[in-house]
């Protein structure tokens, strides 16, 4: 309990030095998010957040019929943004199927370095702010640092 105070804490202070907070809706959506599967309604493979006049917002939502390729292409073509994506797999040799919740951190090596700056100095508060049910946090600066099989690898999908 005492580490949980002291990362609050430090993510309090986060957020003073950079000054980015969450929109009210970026919890909203993500919480939906995660429940999207036990309900009916619309339902999403990824949400993209930006930020915009220093505050994270929702910035794209990709149509559930989308994979991770699609996911990958939307942040590319959006440049610096934190993306979380309903990864669906199905186990080679158990034939399970898997359902996990992945948050990328995306902060391309082309990026102008105040960007690069900004989205790194505000990951932790922001993920933080979504709360619990992240199977799996990457910081990727290259499409070579999500490989769809690495990624496997990672969640433990066999």
Known sequence: NKQKKLKQNQNKSIRKMSG?????ECKTA??????????????FRYIL??????EIIVKKKGAQS????E?????????????????H????SSGRAFDKIVYVCWVPDTAPVKNKMKYASTSESFKSTLGDGL????????????????????????
Not at 20 to 24: E, G, M, R, S, T
Not at 89 to 92: I, L, P, Q, R
Request: net charge negative; hydrophobic share 35%.
């Open 20 to 24: 980015i907070q969450a929109a009210d």
């Open 30 to 43: 993500y919480e939906a998010f995660k429940l999207q599967n036990s309900k009916g309604g619309e339902k």
């Open 49 to 54: 957040f930006s930020i915009e006049n220093e």
């Open 66 to 69: 989308e994979g991770w390729d």
């Open 71 to 87: 996911f990958l292409e939307a942040m590319k073509e959006l440049g610096c943004c934190y993306g979380i994506c309903d990864y």
């Open 89 to 92: 797999a199905e186990g080679e």
């Open 135 to 158: 199977a799996l946090h990457l910081q990727a600066n290259d499409l070579d640092d999500l490989d769809e099989e690495d990624i496997r690898k990672k969640l433990k999908i066999q």
